[in-house]
């Protein structure tokens, strides 16, 4: 067997054990074990099994907003998510969601910036339901103004969930924004027109220098707009754009599906369908703060605020939420490992190249691409 092969073998087994250390650290084991013990085994698989039903609709949205252009099979989109959301749960500043178009570029040979686009699109299609959802459970439950959980540089209370509301809106809006106007080819040309006149503004300038602003940076970030608009196309089809919303709001339902059911096995957690639904839009509106990879900590501090506003003991909420955080998160990172071994992609290098896409100049994406 080849020597190379070995070492490279061995290095990739050291890096995956380490990742896996440092993406569990922040679990306290010990309670989470004995909580799982007062748990019926049958509703934590139950609750598992409809979390995995969430990611083959995520998979299935994919696919449909890459469009036949770049038409993938089942697994090979199936491995770019899940090694998405492993590195989302173990990396900092979620770079999964700059993995999954690296991974997609590497075995599928889509531009970058395409991949990225689409994306962009399932952020805004979870962020418009997240939004929807979250203003209905406000406005239709009471919140008692006393309550208030203490985590991290946060406090996390009424006042607390409106201002989160209020920046998911903002970010919808300017996601929105972009969207529309790369999408749709009138106001695109009418920028990369703008981009086209830039070295004209510069006519202080010689005429050699104008000109390869415009080969190294007006036609390259042009190129970039492009590939973007090609990951945006599929929301001018609409049967594509309402197949993406069915499969968006399906992603919702089973997730919550997924946390209710655990309810049942769950001593002294009683809660109606439309309670455990409010619970869970909390937990996943106060995860948007920044945190700790895999939301160790501000998970536990949002579900034990959500279950409080219920009237489930402290004690309870705090052991339930652990164990659901766990069956949400971590078979999810051991199945990203699996495909990380399948594909033959590496941890530390998409880390690396992560860094890197967020780092470098917009021209250097573009020569990528």
């Given at each position: 067997?080849?020597?190379?092969?070995?070492?490279?073998?061995?290095?990739?087994?050291?890096?995956?054990?380490?990742?896996?250390?440092?993406?569990?650290?922040?679990?306290?084991?010990?309670?989470?074990?004995?909580?799982?013990?007062?748990?019926?085994?049958?509703?934590?698989?139950?609750?598992?099994?409809?979390?995995?039903?969430t990611f083959y609709f995520r998979i299935q949205r994919w696919r449909l907003i890459l469009g036949e252009k770049y038409h993938l099979s089942f697994w090979d989109a199936y491995h770019p998510i899940m090694?998405?959301?492993?590195?989302?749960?173990?990396?900092?500043?979620?770079?999964?969601?700059?993995?999954?178009?690296?991974?997609?570029?590497?075995?599928?040979?889509?531009?970058?910036?395409?991949?990225?686009?689409?994306?962009?699109?399932?952020?805004?299609?979870?962020?418009?339901?997240?939004?929807?959802?979250?203003?209905?459970?406000?406005?239709?439950?009471?919140?008692?103004?006393?309550?208030?959980?203490?985590?991290?540089?946060?406090?996390?209370?009424?006042?607390?969930?409106?201002?989160?509301?209020?920046?998911?809106?903002?970010?919808?809006?300017?996601?929105?924004?972009?969207?529309?106007?790369?999408?749709?080819?009138?106001?695109?040309?009418?920028?990369?027109?703008?981009?086209?006149?830039?070295?004209?503004?510069?006519?202080?300038?010689?005429?050699?220098?104008?000109d390869k602003m415009g080969q190294k940076i007006c036609k390259p970030v042009n190129s970039l707009i492009d590939n973007f608009s090609v990951g945006l196309s599929q929301i001018r089809d609409l049967k594509?754009?309402?197949?993406?919303?069915?499969?968006?709001?399906?992603?919702?339902?089973?997730?919550?599906?997924?946390?209710?059911?655990?309810?049942?096995?769950?001593?002294?957690?009683?809660?109606?369908?439309?309670?455990?639904?409010?619970?869970?839009?909390?937990?996943?509106?106060?995860?948007?703060?920044?945190?700790?990879?895999?939301?160790?900590?501000?998970?536990?501090?949002?579900?034990?605020?959500?279950?409080?506003?219920?009237?489930?003991?402290?004690?309870?909420?705090?052991?339930?939420?652990?164990?659901?955080?766990?069956?949400?998160?971590?078979?999810?990172?051991?199945?990203?490992?699996?495909?990380?071994?399948?594909?033959?992609?590496?941890?530390?290098?998409?880390?690396?190249?992560?860094?890197?896409?967020?780092?470098?100049?917009?021209?250097?994406?573009?020569?990528?691409?």
């Amino acid at each position: 067997m080849n020597k190379k092969f070995i070492v490279l073998s061995l290095i990739g087994v050291f890096i995956s054990v380490a990742a896996l250390y440092f993406a569990f650290r922040y679990v306290p084991m010990a309670d989470l074990l004995r909580y799982m013990g007062t748990i019926e085994p049958i509703w934590i698989v139950l609750s598992l099994v409809l979390c995995l039903i969430t990611f083959y609709f995520r998979i299935q949205r994919w696919r449909l907003i890459l469009g036949e252009k770049y038409h993938l099979s089942f697994w090979d989109a199936y491995h770019p998510i899940m090694i998405g959301f492993m590195a989302n749960y173990i990396l900092p500043s979620r770079m999964g969601e700059i993995v999954r178009p690296m991974i997609l570029k590497k075995n599928d040979n889509v531009p970058f910036s395409t991949g990225l686009a689409t994306v962009t699109l399932e952020r805004i299609f979870d962020l418009m339901f997240m939004l929807l959802f979250l203003t209905v459970c406000l406005t239709r439950m009471e919140i008692d103004d006393s309550l208030s959980i203490p985590f991290g540089d946060y406090i996390l209370n009424k006042g607390t969930l409106g201002t989160i509301s209020r920046g998911m809106l903002c970010l919808l809006l300017f996601l929105l924004a972009g969207v529309v106007t790369l999408a749709f080819s009138l106001s695109r040309n009418i920028i990369q027109a703008m981009v086209i006149r830039i070295p004209a503004l510069f006519f202080f300038l010689s005429q050699d220098i104008r000109d390869k602003m415009g080969q190294k940076i007006c036609k390259p970030v042009n190129s970039l707009i492009d590939n973007f608009s090609v990951g945006l196309s599929q929301i001018r089809d609409l049967k594509s754009l309402f197949g993406s919303l069915f499969f968006s709001a399906a992603v919702w339902v089973f997730s919550a599906l997924s946390y209710y059911v655990m309810t049942f096995g769950s001593p002294g957690v009683d809660m109606t369908f439309q309670e455990a639904f409010t619970a869970m839009i909390i937990i996943c509106a106060v995860i948007a703060l920044p945190s700790v990879p895999g939301y160790w900590g501000v998970w536990e501090a949002a579900g034990f605020f959500a279950l409080s506003i219920f009237g489930i003991s402290g004690e309870v909420a705090a052991g339930f939420t652990l164990v659901n955080h766990a069956v949400q998160i971590i078979p999810i990172i051991l199945l990203g490992f699996i495909s990380l071994f399948v594909t033959g992609d590496n941890l530390f290098s998409l880390q690396k190249r992560a860094l890197y896409r967020t780092q470098t100049k917009i021209n250097s994406n573009s020569k990528v691409n």
